[in-house]
């Protein structure tokens, strides 16, 4: 079982950029798929980006390609999420999570383990 708490979330002006931070715990953190979701209020959790456990592959929604990167530090337990030209249908409450492959990473089903969230919100 993976163990996991986010942070770096806040407010911002669109057009903006936020690093999130997800922070991973478990003897097995770094043999992990790590992948971003969001959820805004009243819509479904959706996925955002996905990176295998060594960095070398990464995954990432339309909707934030060019805008969005996924990176981890497997020496340091921790994966981020660079926003960049942020917009205001960016905001949402951003969960890290934690998958056994990168399998149909795009399904939340596929993850195990998952955080607790971090709101992100760009005014405009």
């Known amino acids: 079982q993976v163990q996991l708490v986010e942070s770096g979330g806040g407010l911002v002006q669109a057009g903006g950029s936020l690093r999130l931070s997800c922070a991973a715990s478990?003897?097995?953190?770094?043999?992990?798929?790590m992948g971003w979701f969001r959820q805004a209020p009243g819509k479904e959790r959706e996925f955002v980006a996905a990176?295998?456990?060594?960095?070398?592959?990464?995954v990432y929604a339309d909707s934030v390609k060019g805008r969005f990167t996924i990176s981890r530090v497997n020496a340091k337990n921790t994966v981020y999420l660079q926003m960049n030209s942020l917009k205001s249908e960016d905001t949402a409450v951003y969960y890290c999570?934690?998958?056994?492959?990168?399998?149909?990473?795009?399904?939340?089903?596929?993850?195990?383990?998952w955080g607790q969230g971090t709101q992100v919100t760009v005014s405009s």
């Open positions: 999570a934690a998958a056994p492959s990168m399998a149909l990473v795009t399904t939340p089903g596929t993850f195990t383990s």
């Open positions: 478990g003897r097995t953190a770094s043999s992990y798929a």
């Open positions: 990176v295998n456990w060594n960095g070398a592959s990464t």
